[in-house]
């Protein structure tokens, strides 16, 4: 599953299919991006991050994207599970500890 | 402890009355963050700690949000005469011996004036 677009505020995934979170950042000048995963009840998680000088990184199960030039950011998650069913904010950052944070997108996994 | 501690993790307080809300962040972490999570949106910066100097107060709402983190560890987020607009979840993050980003995150003090 994927969202689209610049606010698509829901994504719903089948277990087991990879998910694609997608994100539009509004500074140029951010220079370091977080995902973060929340869940019902609790604090952000952080998932993964990545600086303006890559544009891919891979963690666990799971890949950001980074594309300068049009200002977007992605989450893939490889084999989607339930428990990765919760919102998913991306946040960037244009100095060294203020994060701005999206929207956010909420990820259900069906069984 | 492993992680941030907040507390209390559930507040209601009447319009007017003070609150106080207070964060145990990680072992060792020099940077402090507060913010404010409204229902269904991201969170919000509020204030950044390094130690126990308060580098960044940008984000407080008024004059009514104070916050102070003494001897660079505990931290208290204080709002004076709450107002119904002040109902969210208010966020507390920590970061690495080295300071800057990546935040982590406590699990929040909800706060619900009525």
């Known amino acids: 599953g994927e969202s689209v677009g610049l606010h698509l505020p829901t994504l719903s995934v089948q277990e087991g299919d990879n998910s694609i979170i997608n994100c539009a950042y509004s500074?140029?000048?951010?220079?370091?991006f977080i995902w973060y995963k929340q869940e019902s009840g609790k604090g952000p998680q952080f998932i993964i991050d990545?600086?303006?000088?890559?544009d891919k990184r891979q963690g666990q199960r799971v890949t950001v994207l980074l594309n300068k030039t049009v200002k977007h950011l992605s989450l893939q998650i490889a084999a989607t599970q339930p428990g990765d069913s919760a919102v998913y904010f991306c946040?960037?950052?244009?100095?060294?500890?203020?994060?701005?944070f999206g929207a956010g997108t909420t990820v259900t996994v069906r069984a | 402890g492993a992680g941030v501690s907040q507390s209390p993790r559930y507040k209601v307080a009447k319009r007017g009355q003070d609150v106080a809300l207070r964060c145990d962040p990680i072992?060792?972490?020099?940077?402090l963050f507060w913010y404010q999570q409204a229902l269904g949106q991201g969170p919000e910066f509020l204030t950044y700690?390094?130690?126990?100097?308060?580098?960044?107060k940008s984000g407080l709402p008024s004059d009514r949000f104070f916050a102070e983190r003494p001897e660079g560890s505990v931290s208290t987020l204080k709002i004076q005469r709450t107002q119904q607009e002040d109902s969210a979840v208010y966020l507390c993050?920590?970061?690495?011996?080295?300071?800057?980003?990546?935040?982590?995150f406590g699990q929040g003090t909800r706060l619900t004036v009525v």
């Open positions: 993050a920590s970061s690495h011996p080295g300071g800057g980003l990546p935040a982590f």
């Open positions: 500074n140029s000048a951010s220079d370091y």
């Open positions: 990545i600086r303006s000088n890559m």
């Open positions: 946040a960037e950052a244009t100095n060294d500890y203020k994060l701005s």
């Open positions: 072992s060792g972490h020099v940077s």
């Open positions: 700690f390094q130690n126990e100097a308060q580098l960044d």
